[in-house]
């Protein structure tokens, strides 16, 4: 059964910095892109980065560029986001996903694209 399961979120002040992980079980994580969104209260999910499954490739929007970076390790079926420079606009629940995107230098952060998601993280940035 594919899963993935998010971890490392928490509570920091602003300036400070956090690294998530996701660590997929049940499928071939090379075949996929994987993604992170995040949801702030009241607000719809959002796509901030995501990474190819051939590991060449990465996106991030224009607010957190510079500020996080994305990674995979495929042998330990993890998937990483540090992020520095936290703000307080940067809380909310933050969740990775899967894009079957098999040997494919691309990836998309439309949530319509992902068909298996994490069950998320908190993120709460204080100022």
């Known amino acids: 059964q594919l899963q993935l399961v998010e971890s490392g979120g928490g509570s920091v002040q602003s300036g400070g910095s956090l690294r998530l992980s996701c660590t997929a079980s049940?499928?071939?994580?090379?075949?996929?892109?994987i993604g992170w969104f995040r949801q702030a209260p009241g607000k719809e999910r959002e796509g901030i980065s995501c990474?190819?499954?051939?590991?060449?490739?990465?996106y991030y929007t224009d607010s957190v560029k510079g500020r996080f970076f994305i990674s995979r390790d495929n042998a330990k079926n993890q998937i990483y986001l540090e992020m520095n420079s936290l703000k307080p606009d940067d809380t909310g629940v933050y969740y990775c996903?899967?894009?079957?995107?098999?040997?494919?230098?691309?990836?998309?952060?439309?949530?319509?694209?992902?068909?298996?998601w994490g069950q998320g993280t908190q993120v709460a940035v204080s100022s």
């Open positions: 049940g499928f071939p994580l090379d075949h996929y892109a």
């Open positions: 996903a899967a894009d079957y995107l098999p040997l494919q230098g691309a990836c998309f952060v439309r949530v319509a694209r992902y068909s298996y």
């Open positions: 990474i190819s499954s051939t590991d060449d490739i990465t």
